[in-house]
Each structure stands twice: as structure tokens, then as C-alpha cells.
């Protein structure tokens, strides 16, 4: 298996990455939405939203 970051092989530590740092840039990657899973939007009704 390769680090989806680097494409280095994964350490067992840190599976599927192969680094604290490849884990991190992942994470990161995660919390900037820069990932994104993807799924039907909800319409939210009028009283729904505040």
C-alpha cells in the first residue's frame, strides 16, 4: 500500500499514510474542505433556519 499523500510506502504507525505528516496534510486537507463527501443537499424549511 502507498501513502495517498506521497506516494511513499505506509508505515504500519500510520496506516494508510506513511508519515505524521502526510497524516496531517490529509487531516488538514479534511478541515479546508477541500474534501468533500458527496451527497444530495436538503432544502431546509423556513422555520428550520436561524
Known amino acids: 500500500m ?3 499523500i506521497c ?3 505506509a508505515q504500519d504507525a500510520y496506516k494508510p ?3 505524521k ?3 496531517d496534510v490529509d487531516l488538514q486537507r ?3 474542505n477541500r474534501y468533500a463527501v458527496p451527497g444530495e ?3 431546509l424549511a423556513d422555520d ?3
Open 30 to 32: 479534511w478541515l479546508t
Open 21 to 23: 505528516r502526510c497524516s
Open 41 to 43: 443537499t436538503e432544502d
Open 17 to 19: 499514510f506513511c508519515s
Open 2 to 4: 502507498t501513502c495517498p
Open 48 to 50: 428550520e433556519v436561524d
Open 7 to 9: 506516494k511513499r510506502p
